[in-house]
């Protein structure tokens, strides 16, 4: 019971092959995010300034790929793209696997969902955003302008019961991912997770940046969950989510006027994703409770099997209170 409770609730042991390959993964993986985040910023700055026509179908992930792999580089643009977003998803794999980031003050289902499940949700998206970046590398610069319309979805999921239902679920699923974006925005709960030594103007630097861009996230998202609650009452067009959902931005002045604000809150959090994986987020992502993540590279024959250095100190800590307040 005490191994099966240690595994899920926190403590975490890695090895200097594991910290490495976290660290390189994380750097490279965020900088990818970077860039597909300010190339989706930019053109739909671009969009709200030249109106509906100039190609808002590019204002998505997919839409942003598309644009790399048809720039001067091309092909060499995408391929290094593509390695870039498999270290990312490698990056979320590892530290859902392995639960990184646990924190022992914090209960078991929260550590499960913030640092297991998420990431691996998170390493599944990037992944295929990854598998399309290859798709495009077969094609020429025609098939990959084609590839980004005639998506069935979310309109083929019209018109039936078990569509309307999924379309509901995958609203809501968004309208939490809003929430969780705004609790960013408005709060300082990731603020942990940034390097404790940086330099005064980079750390400000990276706060504001990150709460602009948090906000413009959450933006994106609420705007994508209203597109699939209007899917079931109506057709939203045939690009990407994420394109049909800066669509409904084009309608007016106003509008466009947000959009562009939504674009460059998107610009901004690709500076911001920048400046955490090359200057300030630390890998691997430390526990709150913990001052550094460097106490997770673990000497592991100092320690007892499954629970390391860290996890070995803070279960005496508790080994050495009333056996009441253990939580097993």
Not at 1 to 8: D, I, R, V
Not at 238 to 245: G, L, Q, R
Request: glycine content about 10%; proline content about 3%.
């Amino acid at each position: 019971m005490l191994k099966y409770w240690l595994k899920w609730h926190g403590v975490v042991q890695l090895s200097r092959r594991q910290h490495l390959l976290i660290v390189v993964t994380g750097r490279i993986g965020w900088v990818a995010k970077a860039i597909v985040y300010a190339v989706i910023g930019g053109v739909s700055c671009e969009s709200a300034v030249q109106g509906y026509a100039s190609g808002a179908a590019f204002a998505s992930p997919q839409g942003a790929f598309i644009f790399i792999g048809n720039g001067f580089l091309g092909i060499p643009a995408l391929i290094t793209i593509a390695v870039m977003l498999a270290m990312y998803s490698v990056w979320r794999f590892v530290e859902g696997s392995l639960g990184v980031g646990t924190d022992p003050a914090t209960a078991a289902w929260k550590n499960f969902f913030r640092y297991r499940l998420s990431p691996s949700v998170s390493g599944a998206v990037y992944s295929a955003y990854f598998v399309f970046v290859v798709y495009l590398l077969s094609k020429n610069k025609q098939q990959r302008l084609e590839a980004q319309h005639g998506h069935a979805f979310p309109n083929s999921w019209r018109g039936s019961a078990t569509g309307s239902l999924g379309l509901i679920f995958l609203g809501t699923a968004f309208l939490a991912a809003t929430g969780s974006q705004l609790e960013n925005t408005f709060s300082s709960g990731w603020h942990w997770e940034l390097e404790s030594d940086l330099h005064r103007m980079l750390l400000w630097a990276t706060l504001i940046s990150g709460h602009i861009g948090f906000a413009a996230r959450s933006a994106t998202f609420l705007a994508v969950a209203i597109l699939f609650f209007r899917t079931i009452a109506t057709n939203t067009g045939s690009d990407t989510a994420v394109a049909n959902a800066m669509y409904q931005l084009q309608g007016s002045v106003s509008h466009r006027i947000i959009l562009f604000l939504l674009g460059l809150g998107l610009i901004i959090y690709g500076l911001f994703a920048t400046l955490c994986g090359v200057y300030t987020r630390t890998f691997p992502t430390k526990p709150r409770c913990d001052g550094s993540a460097q106490s997770q590279i673990l000497p592991e024959s100092r320690s007892p099997p499954g629970v390391g250095a860290m996890g070995a100190e803070w279960l005496r800590k508790q080994l050495s209170k009333p056996s009441t307040s253990m939580q097993v």
